[in-house]
T-cell receptor
Framework: SQQGEEDPQALSIQEGENATMNCSYKTSINNLQWYRQNSGRGLVHLILIRSNEREKHSGRLRVTLDTSKKSSSLLITASRAADTASYFCATDARNQGGKLIFGQGTELSVKP | DTGVSQNPRHKITKRGQNVTFRCDPISEHNRLYWYRQTLGQGPEFLTYFQNEAQLEKSRLLSDRFSAERPKGSFSTLEIQRTEQGDSAMYLC?????????FGSGTRLTVV
């Protein structure tokens, strides 16, 4: 079964707006990662946040992690049409050999 | 080539046939993972290797599925007697110290 749950399942915004996606998980983790996937393609690694970190930035991406609530958020600022894709959170749970457990994803549509 | 390579990109097969997929990981990565993804879902873990040793297999990996990683380099995933429910994207990833790189996947369609 999937570890993570993401919301919203789908998000539609206008270019220039910010997009926020949330992820919740169930067990203790080593780190949490966010991935992007264009339709029919492979996964592209966006950002990794370790369990002892609370916030991380990479370009227009901002990720937060709250281990007490077992939740994370991904914020994409000043969105572009090219950001249209599915976004997945994945947890590297402790004592699980490094395998990632993915959420069901958020489908983001950015309209020009 | 510094990425993870998967072949073939697409495979259409008739129900009951056997299929084999190949994954070439990043050469210095010692861990290799296989995932399966169906439409509208996140990837689901199938199995992983540390070098040539297969360390874990998911319950999703029925006895029709077998994976190998001879010599700790490339890996193959074989599905015997394919069923329509096997239709999915099969993703391979390699990792070193938690940093994952995914291949583009092999899309299997069983007709």
């Amino acid at each position: 079964s999937q570890q993570g749950e993401e919301d919203p399942q789908a998000l539609s915004i206008q270019e220039g707006e910010n997009a926020t996606m949330n992820c919740s998980y169930k067990t203790s983790i080593n780190n949490l990662q966010w991935y992007r996937q264009n339709s029919g393609r492979g996964l592209v690694h966006l950002i990794l946040i370790r369990s002892n970190e609370r916030e991380k930035h990479s370009g227009r991406l901002r990720v937060t992690l709250d281990t007490s609530k077992k939740s994370s958020s991904l914020l994409i600022t000043a969105s572009r049409a090219a950001d249209t894709a599915s976004y997945f959170c994945a947890t590297d749970a402790r004592n699980q050999g490094g395998k990632l457990i993915f959420g069901q994803g958020t489908e983001l549509s950015v309209k020009p | 080539d510094t990425g993870v390579s998967q072949n073939p990109r697409h495979k259409i097969t008739k129900r009951g046939q056997n299929v084999t997929f190949r994954c070439d990981p990043i050469s210095e990565h010692n861990r290799l993972y296989w995932y399966r993804q169906t439409l509208g879902q996140g990837p689901e873990f199938l199995t992983y290797f540390q070098n040539e040793a297969q360390l874990e297999k998911s319950r999703l990996l029925s006895d029709r599925f077998s994976a190998e990683r001879p010599k700790g380099s490339f890996s193959t995933l074989e599905i015997q007697r394919t069923e329509q429910g096997d239709s999915a994207m099969y993703l391979c990833a390699s990792s070193e110290d938690g940093g994952y790189t995914f291949g583009s996947g092999t899309r299997l369609t069983v007709v």
